[in-house]
């Protein structure tokens, strides 16, 4: 639809823009990002012909664009600048109907059904048809800014070239822009180029990035090929990370601030609180957190972490408000805390540190093992899950990679088993050794102060840790769990 060939420009043969080329296909929309002065509104100029290209050439539909008359080219091409210096005097009605002059016929122009209608949906799409008879200079920024783009629209053209549409746009106005522009390339063919400053936005809404530098292309392709962590940081020259979008795949970055938290964090057992109802560990400075918790689970950065002891007869089917309520009854933060429970009394927890040269952890185990599985055998079974369960929390002195905490969670889980193997716990229904408990939890947590520990493997030092730790503690907290049995105090 639209191609851009080798073109080259600036302003009094100051060149800005150098060689750049790229295509648009119909129904696309292409996102231009770059630092400021890197060169994108030039860009947009050159392709919008406001100012002349040095070299290349801007093609729609194969033909030159040079080859359109102004009228005809307004037909192919609407464009929402980043200025509006003659916006006022106008109203909102009239400044939209602006955007069908290139459908006016003759000298002498009519307004048809089709001009009324195309502004009418304009303004409808945009929000602005309460507006419809108010002047422009009385309208906010971010209404103003709608008011251009229903004017934009309403010109009906097959490109449309936009500079910052959501500059001025709070949140709800930003989505309910761009999701309507997106609906109008997915369904109606508009192709759309932008420019953005928000990469965040840029990476949700566009089918393809271009990334200026210095009036040059630095890089072009899908989002998650230009939106990269150092790639950006380079060409921005701010420290950046990316992160998954969670519901979309999309990547998304977040700006790393110079003034970090670098109060000093170390866990250890002396910290935790152990009463009746739980067992508890409150940090000065967030711990970052991976877990399978009955609340807040997944990752995730928090102060406090619980693991609740329940009585038996605990109504599992209203686990979330139920937390929620308890939380709250205690003055506990229901969003900086990850809440695991269990049957097991909290008394019978086993707390231990292990230290190492690098790094030091800490472990947390409550075993209750009275409905133990094999998980090679559960598919001989139907039952549902029982009440039991072994609740492990690994407290790192350190900072783990992502690497790290997926494979601490592994050697956690292998230390786990070998220590049901070592106290021959067995699943009920097999006779065979267990390899944990049908509903069992586990939390590695970190403090991610220090220097970066990639790996958390078997043979890494804090691999190493864990295995033993989790190991001598899972041991620990079934021995503990046995006794309570044999006494019958459990
Ligand atoms: N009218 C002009 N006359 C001369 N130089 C200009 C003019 N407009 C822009 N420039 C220069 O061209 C370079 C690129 O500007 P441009 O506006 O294209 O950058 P940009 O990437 O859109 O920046 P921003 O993110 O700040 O909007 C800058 O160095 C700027 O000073």
């Not at 020259?237 to 998304?252: D, F, L, N, R």
């Not at 991976?290 to 406090?304: C, D, L, P, Q, R």
Request: net charge negative; glycine share 8%; charged share 20%.
């Amino acid at each position: 639809m639209l191609k851009v060939e080798h073109i080259s420009g600036g302003y009094s043969h100051i060149p800005v823009v150098q060689d750049v080329s790229f295509h648009v296909g119909k129904g696309m929309v292409l996102g231009i990002l770059g630092p400021n002065g890197s060169g994108k509104s030039t860009l947009l100029k050159l392709i919008s012909g406001v100012i002349e290209p040095t070299a290349g050439a801007v093609l729609i539909d194969e033909r030159p664009m040079k080859s359109f008359s102004s009228k005809e080219l307004a037909k192919k091409m609407a464009v929402l600048p980043q200025l509006h210096a003659n916006a006022f005097s106008n109203s909102v009605y009239d400044t939209v109907s602006l955007g069908r002059y290139p459908h006016q016929k003759g000298f002498f122009s009519t307004w048809s059904k089709e001009d009324e209608q195309a502004v009418e949906r304009a303004m409808e799409q945009t929000g602005v048809l309460q507006y419809r008879n108010t002047m422009m200079e009385f309208l906010s920024g971010g209404e103003q800014q709608r008011v251009f783009i229903a004017q934009a629209l309403a010109q009906c053209s097959q490109v449309l070239l936009l500079d910052e549409p959501t500059n001025h746009l709070d949140i709800s106005h930003q989505k309910q822009l761009l999701d309507m522009i997106r609906k109008e390339a997915t369904e109606n063919g508009l192709t759309v180029v932008s420019v953005f400053h928000d990469i965040n936005l840029a990476s949700l809404y566009c089918d393809g990035l271009l990334l200026m530098e210095n009036g040059q292309v630095k890089a072009h392709g899908a989002p998650h090929e230009v939106v990269l962590q150092q790639q950006i940081t380079e060409v921005y020259g701010a420290q950046v990370s990316t992160y998954a979008h969670p519901e979309i795949p999309k990547p998304q970055i977040t700006m790393m601030p110079e003034q970090a938290d670098e109060r000093q964090t170390l866990v250890s057992p002396e910290q935790f609180d152990i009463t009746k109802e739980y067992i508890r560990l409150d940090t000065r400075r967030p711990l970052k957190v991976i877990s399978s918790a009955v609340h807040n689970a997944g990752m995730g950065w928090y102060n406090t972490l619980l693991n609740r002891s329940i009585p038996e007869d605990y109504n599992i089917d209203n686990v979330q408000e139920e937390t929620l309520q308890f939380l709250k009854g205690n003055g506990i933060s229901p969003t900086n805390t990850v809440v695991m429970l269990t049957a097991v009394a909290s008394k019978l927890a086993a707390v231990r540190s292990f230290k190492g040269n690098q790094c030091s952890i800490t472990v947390a185990v409550t075993a209750g093992v009275g409905n133990a599985v094999d998980v090679t055998r559960t598919h001989e079974r139907n039952d549902l899950p029982h009440i039991g369960t072994i609740n492990t929390w690994v407290i790192v002195n350190g900072k783990l990679s992502d690497e790290a905490f997926f494979q601490a969670m592994i050697t956690a889980t292998e230390a786990k088993t070998k220590a049901l193997a070592e106290e021959d716990i067995r699943d009920s229904h097999t006779c065979t050794i267990a390899t944990g408990t049908a509903t069992d939890s586990l939390l590695i947590a970190a403090t991610q102060q220090g220097k970066e520990i990639p790996y958390a493997g078997p043979i890494t030092e804090v691999g190493k840790l864990i295995g033993q730790g989790v190991f001598d503690t899972t041991v620990q907290a079934i021995r503990q769990y046995k006794q309570a049995k044999i006494k019958g105090n459990g």
